[in-house]
């Protein structure tokens, strides 16, 4: 398994970035897919996550702001990531779980791109 996140960078309060996840090593349309994020300090956090059939479910916290969505044809999963803030600075990776077509926590992850958000 492998996941390569790309797309981090610095943006100002109220910005946007597109997150990428290249996945490779297994059947990426058999597998829900998820963003996790660890701020400076912090655990790690769920943000998001897509289920197989292209459900998509949201934390409180970026519920209206940030959009999950998945590429089957290519293996590659997105967030979109609008109104930033700065407590959205953080590491975001891209994860799956170990089961088929079920979500479950994350069992898989990829090394993370760093979103900062900062005037």
């Known amino acids: 398994v492998q996941l390569v996140e790309s797309g981090g960078s610095l943006v100002q309060p109220g910005g946007s970035l597109r997150l990428s996840c290249a996945a490779s090593?297994?059947?990426?349309?058999?597998?829900?897919m998820s963003w996790v994020r660890q701020a400076p300090g912090k655990e790690f956090e769920w943000v998001s996550h897509i289920d197989t059939s292209a459900r998509t479910y949201y934390a409180d916290f970026v519920k209206g702001r940030f959009t999950i969505s998945r590429d089957d044809t290519n293996d590659n999963l997105y967030l979109q990531l609008n109104s930033l803030k700065p407590e959205d600075t953080a590491v975001y990776y891209c994860?799956?779980?170990?089961?088929?077509?079920?979500?479950?926590?994350?069992?898989?992850r990829g090394r993370g791109t760093q979103v900062t958000v900062s005037s």
């Open positions: 090593g297994f059947l990426f349309s058999r597998y829900p």
């Open positions: 994860a799956r779980g170990a089961r088929q077509y079920t979500y479950d926590d994350p069992k898989y």
